[in-house]
């Protein structure tokens, strides 16, 4: 099923920051769910945030390692890579929201066909090696891809990570049901919560 609700906008751009103020997005999904469906510690550090970008307008700038900055970098060339190796057209987009709403989005590094996404990672070698060896969707990026999955309504989302001079990883990722079950109940009362903090700091 192809998204419905979508925002063809240029990521990072400050159009794109702004449309993103104080909505639940994928990347940091793992502050509201575990990758095992429980409650993340981190939820209401989370709740404040995205309470205090509503409220003020203004985006809360997060950390960016240098290896962050880096893998910013090296998107295009990665997704270039992926285009070269799997044969595929890689389209870029800005922004898809679960429903009308508009408060729960995911920012895919690509769409591949109207049921299928794309997650890119540019890492370091030491990790690479590590992703290469386990040879599965690392664990710190399941709540990541299932959000995405959730959020589409795709069949399938491919994480695809590189690194120059070692070889990519290509790894197949289908919807978890169970997962997106706990995902909508807790997604739900996030939101929820997150309007009534609105309103009562807000009058």
Not at 177 to 198: Q, R
Request: with cysteine; charged share 25%.
């Amino acid at each position: 099923m192809s998204p419905i609700f979508m925002d063809d906008i240029i990521q990072q751009s400050d159009e794109w920051f702004q449309a993103k103020l104080g909505k639940v997005s994928a990347s940091k999904a793992n502050q509201i769910i575990t990758s095992t469906g429980g409650r993340s510690s981190s939820r209401r550090g989370y709740l404040y945030i995205l309470a205090a970008e509503i409220l003020t307008g203004e985006r809360v700038e997060s950390y960016k390692s240098k290896a962050m900055e880096m893998g910013n970098d090296r998107e295009d060339e990665s997704r270039s890579l992926y285009e070269l190796i799997s044969g595929e057209t890689v389209t870029q987009v800005g922004l898809v929201y679960k429903d009308s709403n508009k408060d729960v989005l995911c920012s895919p590094d690509g769409i591949l066909t109207e049921e299928r996404g794309l997650e890119l990672k540019n890492v370091l070698p030491k990790t690479q090696i590590q992703y290469l060896l386990n040879n599965k969707l690392p664990t710190e990026y399941i709540v990541q891809v299932q959000f995405s999955l959730y959020v589409t309504g795709f069949k399938e989302w491919i994480f695809f990570s590189y690194c120059p001079n070692l070889s990519p990883l290509t790894i197949k990722v289908l919807p978890d049901l169970e997962f997106h079950k706990k995902l909508a109940v807790e997604l739900s009362l996030f939101v929820e919560e997150l309007k009534t903090i609105v309103k009562k700091i807000g009058g």
